[in-house]
């Protein structure tokens, strides 16, 4: 299941196709999910502090998936997947979190895309992290599946902000 970047909270889709993508979202109307895939060990909540790094007692990079499509008219490239959609996820006290997608630009005309998120990867990557923080034990989610294409760091604003896994070539 996904979610793009522009979707309401009531999972209702919003036209994208016109709105200028940013460089970064939020998901928060994906807490919901991220809650229930916590609630019977720890009440978790979200904080709404992007980009603030004071108050974070934690903070952890990893990668979700996604699918981006080209806003550009003129580009030839309609879209992309990718198995490296960067994330930073911030822990608060409380067992408070945050999380920020980063977004990617299309190798054929360097413009930003637009994002959908697969929500699956997104909840199931916090929730793991929610639970670790908060001190549980917890099993760490198996990720399979076959390499995709090579990790552009130019392309990336999780590189270039110095948060994805990618920019040193830990992972491709």
Partial sequence: MTETAREKSNSKKTSNSKKKP???YVFPWLHRDVSKAVSDEVDVKWVNKK????????????????KFTCVNDRCLTHGWSSKSVSILIKGYPGNGYNAVIFNQR?????E??????D???YVERVAYRVKK???LR????????????????ELCEGCKR?????RNGLED
Wanted: aromatic share 8%; net charge positive; hydrophobic share 20%.
């Fill in 22 to 24: 940013t460089t970064s």
């Fill in 51 to 66: 980009g603030n790094n004071k108050d974070s007692n934690h903070q952890y990079s990893t990668n979700v998936m996604g």
């Fill in 106 to 110: 299309c190798k054929s005309c360097n």
């Fill in 112 to 117: 930003l895309g637009n994002l959908t998120l």
């Fill in 119 to 121: 929500k699956e990867s």
């Fill in 133 to 135: 923080w908060a001190g």
């Fill in 138 to 153: 917890t099993e760490q989610p198996y990720y399979a599946g076959k390499k995709g294409l090579p990790h552009k760091r």
């Fill in 162 to 166: 110095g948060y994805c896994l990618n």
